[in-house]
């Protein structure tokens, strides 16, 4: 399974942008999601990542301005990002497992699909 994502960019401090997220083979209603993130220096983090079953986690730093959600219809899944903050700077990976599709977990062992990362920019 290859997962495509897409979405990233350069924007203003409180602006928006839209990540997705799109497995090449099995369905998005058989896997559970995250979204992780990893800026210059840091360790890979999770920001965000959603059930099969529609159990949703953010973490601290973003609740409140992402939003994860999946479009079964489009098999696609994605990260909405409301009032950007240039500490938000970071290459964003989305991450899928099939094992683990009805926990939440922030092990990145636990997802066997990655995408390639797309760098998201927050200008101050």
């Known amino acids: 399974v290859q997962l495509q994502a897409s979405g990233g960019g350069l924007v203003h401090a409180g602006g928006s942008l839209r990540l997705s997220c799109a497995p090449s083979?099995?369905?998005?209603?058989?896997?559970?999601l995250g979204w992780f993130r990893q800026a210059p220096g840091n360790q890979r983090e999770l920001v965000a990542a959603?059930?099969?079953?529609?159990?949703?986690y953010y973490a601290d730093s973003v609740k409140g301005r992402f939003t994860i959600s999946r479009d079964n219809a489009k098999n696609t899944a994605y990260l909405q990002m409301n009032s950007l903050k240039p500490d938000d700077t970071a290459v964003y990976y989305c991450?899928?497992?099939?094992?683990?599709?009805?926990?939440?977990?922030?092990?990145?062992?636990?997802?066997?699909?990655w995408g390639q990362g797309t760098q998201v920019t927050v200008s101050s």
């Open positions: 991450a899928a497992t099939f094992r683990y599709q009805r926990v939440i977990t922030s092990r990145q062992g636990a997802y066997n699909y």
């Open positions: 083979e099995r369905t998005l209603g058989d896997l559970g």
């Open positions: 959603s059930t099969s079953g529609g159990k949703t």
